[in-house]
Nanobody, 123 residues
Framework: QVQLVESGGGLVQAGGSLRLSCAAS????????MGWFRQAPGKEREFIAA????????YYADSVKGRFTISRDNAKNTVYLQMNSLKPEDTAVYFC????????????????WGQGTQVTVSS
């Protein structure tokens, strides 16, 4: 079992930045692929980014490529999402998730989820 706790959300103006953190506990963090997803009101959950076990490989949705950066610190059992040039359409609840085996952008393939953190971008 892996427990995940997100933090760092908040209210920011368009063009601003936020850094989300996701602290993991319970199992060997470095054994897990970590992903970030988001869900806006009335919309489907959306894949944002993922990072491989050692942080060498990263994957991004086209909607955030070039603006968001995922990274991890296995010594701190934490994964980060640096969000720059934020837009109002980035407003959503952001979730981190963990899975063994290969990277995926499919949320249902991740068995472990955090509770989410709200990000609101004002225009």
């Amino acid at each position: 079992q892996v427990q995940l706790v997100e933090s760092g959300g908040g209210l920011v103006q368009a063009g601003g930045s936020l850094r989300l953190s996701c602290a993991a506990s319970g199992r060997t963090f470095s054994n897990y692929v970590m992903g970030w997803f988001r869900q806006a009101p009335g919309k489907e959950r959306e894949f944002i980014a993922a990072v491989s076990w050692r942080g060498v490989n990263t994957y991004y949705a086209d909607s955030v490529k070039g603006r968001f950066t995922i990274s991890r610190d296995n010594a701190k059992n934490t994964v980060y999402l640096q969000m720059n040039s934020l837009k109002p359409e980035d407003t959503a609840v952001y979730f981190c998730a963990a899975k063994r085996t290969a990277y995926s952008d499919v949320g249902s393939s991740y068995p472990y989820w955090g509770q989410g953190t709200q990000v609101t971008v004002s225009s």
